[in-house]
């Protein structure tokens, strides 16, 4: 069995002990806040642009289906309790936008699980695990901001989903680059187990 079978996820390398575990849950959760202040508003819509779902998928692909849990539900938590760290340094829970919060969470679920499975070793794995996560995050997100604007289904979708498939892409590249590098150079020089 190769090392990189042997290991189901990359923070697994380093996930030993309660407090190495917490690190990573907290640092998913930062890179998460950090990347949403990378955020432009969309014309017609409540959803900002924003390169936050990128350190989603990142934290599920890297920390695996419980640790990546955790760190969206902190993050998710923390920014509902006053931490400044959602889009536009924003904080607090806004009803147009929660679905997509609340679809973080089960993205990371969902791309941890497929990570652990050995998705996002490669280029088109990678793309893979970004495309899934992309998808969980819209399917709740959209009809929840239907539903908080009284938009149509398919309004919503020209709202909620549409805008953002050209930065999605862009994100899914981002992603099939980072994951198979890392793996690269976290395997560099691993003996079979």
């Known amino acids: ?3 990189i079978e042997a290991v189901g996820v990359l923070s697994d390398r380093w996930a030993h002990g309660r407090s190495r575990t917490a ?13 949403a202040q990378v955020a432009l508003p969309v014309p017609g819509t409540p959803v900002p642009f924003t390169l936050q779902t990128l350190g989603v998928i990142l934290a599920g692909a890297t920390l695996g289906t419980r640790r990546a849990v955790l760190s969206m539900g902190l993050y998710v938590a923390l920014g ?11 904080s607090g829970l806004h009803l147009p936008t ?7 969470i089960l993205a990371a679920a969902f791309v941890g699980q497929l990570s652990a499975r050995g998705g996002g070793r490669g280029f ?11 998808l969980v995050i819209y399917a709740v997100g959209v009809p ?35 994951l198979p590098g890392a793996w690269a150079f976290v395997n560099r020089g691993s003996d079979p187990v």
């Open 1 to 3: 069995m190769s090392s």
């Open 23 to 35: 690190g990573l849950v907290v640092a998913g959760a930062a890179l998460t806040g950090l990347l």
């Open 80 to 90: 509902a309790a006053g931490v400044p760290w959602f889009a536009h340094n924003s």
């Open 98 to 104: 929660f679905g997509y919060l609340i679809g973080f």
């Open 124 to 134: 088109w794995s990678a793309c893979g695990l970004m495309i899934v996560g992309s």
């Open 144 to 178: 929840v901001l239907a539903l908080a604007t009284g938009a149509s289904w398919v309004d919503a979708l020209l709202m909620g989903a549409v805008p953002f498939l050209i930065g999605d892409f862009v994100k899914i590249l981002m992603a099939a680059g980072l």
